[in-house]
């Protein structure tokens, strides 16, 4: 084997190590080039791919500038690599390749020295160094001040970064220039994504401990036009959830709930859209529900909390997991309490309305504006009105509103036309929130639900028998006494917990 071919199976063979021990590509490309010596050819060729590369090229595309030292085999198995994600198994096959004679390096370019290439691979590895730093921070930062959510968008060529906190995002301080590049090529090498791949969506999880809490971080990254936009929901592994009496049921409402509950059999819809609670509310019934004596089972896409005592299966859909064939199965598992992350088809529908009928309580969200929509809904998706009455407890629907900060709560008038929207009663006191450290100057500081119960009665069940009339429906459950989100919500304004304008701005 001459020299040349053994320095470059050697240098090959280094970065697999270190690729395969989880540092960053530059970084370890400018640690194993400080190990060639300086009169070595291969020293300036490595210098230029990490430039290459810095300047936004792929790994092929830079090896791809010495055809002399990297033949197209190489340059394909350095593809390969990168669009599977297992780019160090290919360097170990390159390293083997010009071991055994099959590739060989050529004469390499000897002109020029490392130093023109030396600073960007140097700047390179600083800026990982960086990135790594400020996703830290940027995590640390996040978790502290409560926030569900984290997203790095392109505006205009520069990164932005924003974080939801209760349900409304915030902005944060944006990575300087040149280590935005890295701050995305960081965030997908923690969720174990191709980092190469560029042009479909990737989803990944990201373990981590931040001030003693284990979070496990949903990361999602789609290619946009004007660049890859990367969002991490956060979720603490060991969440505090809320009993019942907590989780902001007035007095009736939570009377029908636990009414609901303690039913053998039957089934009870969380409604709502994205991000109103639906899920937590679920698991909130669960933890009232666990105990020795009830068998509880759920499928789930993804589970989101794990529950000492329950019995929790995750949906894979890549493995042909799907939602109905883990609920035919969990089905056998002679299960007390099933509980259906959500209804997205017939079959998931049918499955979850049979066992109910067959004498097990089953817990389910869809998404759906108020509860007389989710009764609709599953009858729009095909599921007969008799079987929905028969199956069917009772419908949540839900939203989360902000509370007022408690630190800095105060008396104020709000504009005429924002109390006639409200149709608040004359002589009705309202609160805010002015402003403090403690809820960072928004006034807000947590949130609380507001719901609408609608209970399966004999009026509720005629008018599915023979009107099946969402405006029919919507009125059989006024008149039943359902209390609406508005109007659970007022109560809420009245007693100070909330504002009106947040009010209006969740349930108009």
């Given amino acids: 084997m001459n020299e040349a071919n053994k320095t470059t199976a050697l240098f090959w063979r280094k970065m697999g190590v270190m690729i395969d021990a989880s540092l960053p590509l530059m ?64 360097m170990f096959k390159i390293a083997d390749g010009y071991d055994n004679g099959t590739f060989s390096a050529g004469e390499m370019p000897g002109q020029g020295t490392c130093a023109q290439y030396a600073a960007p691979a140097a700047d390179a590895a600083e800026n990982d160094d960086t990135a790594v730093k400020y996703v830290k921070m940027v995590i640390g930062e996040a978790v502290k001040s409560r926030a569900s959510d984290i997203h790095f968008e392109w505006v205009n060529g520069n990164m932005r970064v924003r974080r939801r906190i209760d349900g409304v995002l915030h902005g944060m301080e944006a990575p300087p220039v040149p280590i935005q590049a890295s701050v995305i090529r960081r965030l997908k090498i923690m969720g174990a994504m191709n980092v190469a791949e560029r042009r479909v969506p990737q989803d990944g999880r990201i373990q981590l401990n931040v001030s003693g809490a284990d979070l496990d971080c949903r990361v999602s990254a789609v290619p946009c036009v004007t660049g890859e936009s990367i969002s991490i929901r956060i979720l603490n592994k060991q969440p505090v959830l809320p009993g019942l009496d907590r989780a902001g049921f007035s007095p009736e409402n939570l009377e029908k709930i636990a009414g609901w509950l303690k039913q053998p059999g039957g089934m009870i819809v969380t409604a709502g859209p994205a991000g109103s609670g639906k899920t937590t509310l679920l698991y909130t ?74 004498g097990r309580l089953v817990l389910t969200s ?23 009455s028969s199956a069917l407890l009772g419908v949540c629907a839900q939203r989360l509103v902000r509370r007022i900060c408690p630190e ?47 209970g399966i009665n004999d009026r509720i069940r005629s008018v599915l028998a023979h009107d099946c009339d969402l405006a029919a429906l919507r009125k059989a459950a006024r008149d039943t006494g359902m209390m609406t989100l508005r109007e659970d919500g007022l109560a809420k304004v009245k007693q100070g917990i909330t504002t009106i304008d947040e009010l209006l701005r969740i349930a108009v």
Avoid: W
């Avoid at 300036?44 to 791809?64: D, P, Q, R, Y």
């Avoid at 035919?328 to 598992?333: A, D």
């Fill in 27 to 90: 970084k370890a490309l400018a640690t194993v080039v400080k190990e060639i010596p300086e009169r070595d050819p291969l020293r300036n060729v490595i210098c230029g791919v990490a430039a290459a590369i810095e300047s936004g090229s792929t790994l092929k595309e830079a090896l791809a500038r010495y055809p002399e030292a990297f033949p197209p085999t190489v340059l394909a198995l350095a593809e390969v690599g990168e669009m599977t994600g297992a780019i160090e198994q290919s």
């Fill in 285 to 358: 019934c669960l933890k009232e529900l666990n105990s020795d004596g009830v068998k509880i089972v759920t499928v789930e896409d993804p589970v989101e909390y794990v529950i000492a005592g329950v019995n929790q299966v995750a949906v894979r859909q890549e493995l042909g997991l799907t939602f109905p064939g883990a609920l035919q199965g969990m089905l056998r598992q002679d299960p007390d309490v099933f509980m259906i992350g959500e209804m997205r088809d017939m079959d998931t529908l049918s499955i979850g309305v049979n066992a109910a009928l067959t």
């Fill in 366 to 388: 869809l998404y759906a504006n108020e509860a007389p929509a989710a009764v609709m809904r599953m009858i729009e998706m095909g599921l007969d009105p008799f079987f929905v």
């Fill in 408 to 454: 800095c709560r105060e008396e104020y008038k709000p504009e005429p036309r924002l109390v006639e929207l409200a149709k608040a009663g004359p002589g009705m006191k309202f609160f805010r929130g002015k402003g403090c450290p403690a809820c960072n100057q928004t006034g807000y500081l947590g949130r609380i639900a507001i719901h609408e119960m609608l």
